[in-house]
């Protein structure tokens, strides 16, 4: 069993408290006091611990810690109709090895009714932290608020950029281990400034398939082809 812990540079002989949500999930479970466990925090800790019951309430004794270094930053930058499939793709992505995702605003997402508002972050975090014990996974995805198209392309790009584009090539097939950052635009497209506008800041065009996607489809389709050519520059 894996139990969530705060982030807080734990080491091993330490008590952790736990939380509501972690203590929701040992009943359903059906822990049993001083019972072993894998635990993990979202920002690189993997270690094992202990658990201990005391009425109500649960903690855990770390029995061993370590820290996995972050791996290669991999950013969904995702202009979001719907919340809903929003949430769906935040946890999927966590299982694809993306480390951030931006909700980005088009001008074709930023007046949908059922988009993503800052409200909404809180629920998509702790998604990313559930996927993250679920998957095993060691580092939660970042959700960032939401961003203007303009404000983000005003950030520097630092390693290869790919906008998913109908009209574009085939991703590469190969890459190294360096930061990415992959644009998915809104189900109406994006507007040809827009386009424009990313292509200028250094994003190559890319398709993904050839049918039309959702952006949630769209979405962890780069994200499985980006993982997966990092793994085939890795191996030569």
């Known amino acids: 069993m894996r139990v ?20 929701h999930h040992l009943r359903v479970r059906r822990a049993q006091d001083r019972e072993i466990v894998e ?11 202990r658990l201990v019951q005391t009425g109500k309430l649960w903690a855990v004794e770390i029995q061993s810690a370590q820290h996995e270094p972050r791996p290669a930053d991999l950013t969904l930058a995702v202009a979001a109709g719907d919340r809903d499939r929003f949430s769906w793709m935040v946890e999927k992505a966590v299982e694809l090895g993306v480390t951030c995702i931006l909700p980005l605003e088009t001008a074709r997402s930023s007046g949908v009714a059922t988009g993503i508002r800052d409200a ?32 983000f392309r005003g950030r520097p790009l630092t390693g290869p950029g790919w906008l998913a584009d109908s009209s574009g090539a085939p991703p590469p097939t190969s890459l190294d281990g360096s930061a990415m950052t992959v644009v998915i635009g809104p189900e109406g497209g994006l507007t040809e400034a827009e386009r424009a506008g990313l292509v200028a800041a250094g994003y190559l065009p890319v398709v993904l398939g050839p049918y039309t996607l959702r952006f949630e489809t769209a979405a962890l389709a780069a994200a499985a082809l980006a993982t997966t050519a990092r793994m085939r520059g890795s191996h030569g």
């Open 120 to 151: 909404h972050l809180r629920r998509l975090r702790r998604q990313a932290l559930e996927a993250t014990k679920q998957c095993g996974v060691a580092w939660a995805v970042q959700v960032e608020e939401p961003l203007s198209l303009d404000n």
């Open 39 to 49: 635990l993990l925090d979202g920002t690189g800790l993997r270690g094992t611990g």
């Open 4 to 23: 969530l812990i705060p982030p807080g540079g734990w080491a091993a002989g330490q008590r952790v408290s736990l939380d509501d949500n972690e203590v």
